[in-house]
């Protein structure tokens, strides 16, 4: 079966972003706009210099990601998340995103390697610097973007994606303590690995291994955290 490059929406980090929603969404990530804020269009096109036309099609564009949310007669305000709603959403992964990325067996490329290493190494470098660890999603994103768009499976492809909310992956990253990140990277070498061998029951173990060790760190920092701060974002 020939891959489908358009199969699913537009992600964080992939060329045909709008150079706005991606400015737009790095504010979301480094908290500028924190979520729940509201967004005002003025206010954000005189912010990046653009007029209010691409600020709407950014918009389009972060509410086909969960990043944004209209309402009705209000406006258009940053998503927020509570800790229910991320463990449903990364215990949802943990059951799809493995068997999509185990799919991928056999048909990612030598060039899709060598990109994959070569994030890899960013996300590295990227988490060295707990100041920068909220940087490491839409690489992550893009990471997990080439493996998925490779699958076998087509007809999952566009739910898996739309589980990938990049300010929900941002917030698990900023919150890993050293250990936590460097697990975290040691899975990416890892699914690099089992992909070049041809293993799926390894690309599934060790993607689920991913997903489920990166929920429990967010639910440890969760414990900790002051209960003001619970749910976000």
Same mark, same amino acid.
């Given at each position: 079966?020939?891959?489908?490059?358009?199969?699913?929406?537009?992600?964080?980090?992939?060329?045909?972003?709008?150079?706005?929603?991606? /400015?737009?969404l790095?504010?979301?990530?480094?908290?500028?706009?924190?979520?729940?804020?509201?967004?005002?269009?003025?206010?954000?096109?005189? /912010?990046?210099?653009?007029?209010?036309?691409?600020?709407?099609?950014?918009? !389009?564009?972060?509410?086909?990601?969960? #990043?944004?949310?209209?309402?009705?007669?209000r406006g258009t305000r940053v998503r927020s998340y509570d800790a229910e709603e991320i463990e449903q959403i990364y215990r949802s992964r943990a059951v799809i995103e493995p068997y999509?990325?185990?799919?991928?067996?056999?048909?990612?490329?030598?060039?899709?390697?060598?990109?994959?290493?070569?994030?890899?190494?960013?996300?590295?470098?990227l988490a060295a610097d707990p100041e920068t660890r909220h940087r490491i999603a839409p690489v992550n994103n893009e990471f997990h973007g080439? #493996?998925? !768009? /490779?699958?076998?499976?087509?007809?999952?492809?566009?739910?898996?994606?739309?589980?990938?909310?990049?300010?929900i992956v941002a917030k698990l990253f900023s919150s890993y303590s050293d250990s936590g990140v460097s697990l975290s990277m040691n899975h990416h070498d890892e699914l690099i690995s089992a992909a070049q061998a041809e293993d799926k029951e390894w690309v599934a173990a060790v993607s689920k291994a991913h997903i489920i060790s990166g929920l429990n760190r967010f639910k440890s920092m969760q414990r900790t955290q002051p209960a003001d701060q619970e749910g976000e974002p």
């Open positions: 079966m020939a891959v489908n490059e358009d199969v699913h929406p537009p992600q964080f980090g992939e060329s045909h972003w709008t150079e706005v929603s991606s /400015r737009i790095g504010l979301v990530i480094s908290g500028d706009l924190p979520p729940g804020s509201w967004i005002r269009e003025n206010d954000l096109a005189s /912010r990046l210099g653009v007029s209010r036309t691409p600020i709407r099609e950014a918009f !389009r564009e972060l509410v086909g990601v969960g #990043v944004v949310e209209v309402v009705p007669r999509v990325m185990s799919e991928s067996v056999g048909r990612l490329t030598e060039d899709d390697f060598t990109t994959l290493s070569e994030l890899a190494d960013e996300m590295k470098s080439i #493996v998925i !768009r /490779r699958s076998a499976a087509q007809s999952l492809i566009t739910t898996t994606f739309n589980l990938m909310i990049p300010i």
